[in-house]
């Protein structure tokens, strides 16, 4: 009874300090020829904020993938959750799962910018226990056209945030054995929108609608980069038409033996002006 009290207070606890990076619990069955068994899976999620009646949370795909139940820690207690969409194909690796809504005012704002290289950021994940949340500090590398966490997490950390100046600009997917591999914010801020029409907003009843055209990412090399080879084409484009502009198009007057007599040239686009001499033939006798 005390070890149960104990743990319920540290989930509390947990969650006042931090109620943002919370807590997730799965539950997956897993048969062979001999039987089939439970397996209780923990990982992260982050809270980013409410749509009428539910609350919305951000996680690993591969953490809810063969999920059978799914269940989010807050305020001392375990909130039964449903997943609204995942997607879990080459660099994506997050699913959007809710509850209903839940007792918080405090949500993560998900970044509507790529970070740039080398930004200072938190990890949050739950690999040292499912009710004591902790925090890894290290730095953003943008490369590749994928995001990085120069630290790797553990087990347990999966769906977990990343945070660059107190927004969510990543989930954490797994590591690479150098380090962290997340799913970045962009993408999951506009499948947001998509599904939602908005952003899901903590303390707010009715939200204002999203732009999708505002959520831009900030430069970065590889961008600028794409940038200067726009600009280079542009150039190459401009002075091809000049090119044109100055193009004379030579138009030969020939007799009525087919002798060149005269030489005339029209600037390309330009009609060509044809002229006529009437010469009357005398009458045969």
Not at 131 to 139: C, D, F, P, T, V
Not at 189 to 196: A, E, F, G, N, Q
Not at 239 to 266: C, H
């Amino acid at each position: 009874m005390v070890k149960t009290l104990t743990i319920l207070f540290v989930l509390l606890i947990t969650s006042a300090v931090q109620a943002q990076a919370l807590a997730i619990r799965t539950t997956e069955t897993e048969c062979t020829p001999t039987g089939c068994r439970q397996l209780i899976g923990t990982g992260a999620c982050a809270y980013v904020g409410d749509i009428e009646n539910r609350s919305v949370f951000l996680t690993a795909a591969h953490n809810v993938n063969q999920a059978r139940t799914i269940h989010v820690g807050y305020n001392g207690q375990w909130w039964e959750a449903v997943v609204k969409y995942r997607e879990y194909s080459g660099s994506a690796d997050y699913a959007i799962i809710e509850t209903v809504r839940i007792p918080a005012k405090i949500c993560f704002e998900v970044s509507n910018r790529i970070p740039q290289d080398g930004s200072a950021a938190t990890a949050y994940g739950y690999s040292q226990g499912i009710y004591n949340l902790r925090s890894l500090k290290a730095r953003i590398r943008i490369r590749n056209g994928g995001g990085y966490f120069t630290k790797i997490v553990e087990k347990g950390d999966s769906g977990g945030p990343i945070l660059v100046n107190g927004e969510v600009v990543g989930i954490i997917k797994g590591h690479d054995y150098r380090e962290t591999v997340y799913t970045d914010s962009v993408r999951i801020r506009r499948k947001l929108i998509s599904v939602y029409g908005r952003i899901p907003c903590c303390g707010c009843e009715t939200p204002a609608i999203a732009d999708q055209g505002a959520v831009k990412p900030d430069p970065d090399p590889s961008s600028s980069t794409d940038l200067t080879s726009l600009q280079d084409e542009v150039t190459r484009l401009k002075a091809e038409i000049d090119k044109l502009n100055k193009t004379q198009i030579p138009v030969w007057i020939v007799d009525a033996d087919g002798k060149p007599v005269a030489k005339q040239t029209y600037p390309l686009g330009d009609p060509i002006k044809l002229r006529f001499k009437a010469v009357k033939q005398s009458e045969a006798k």
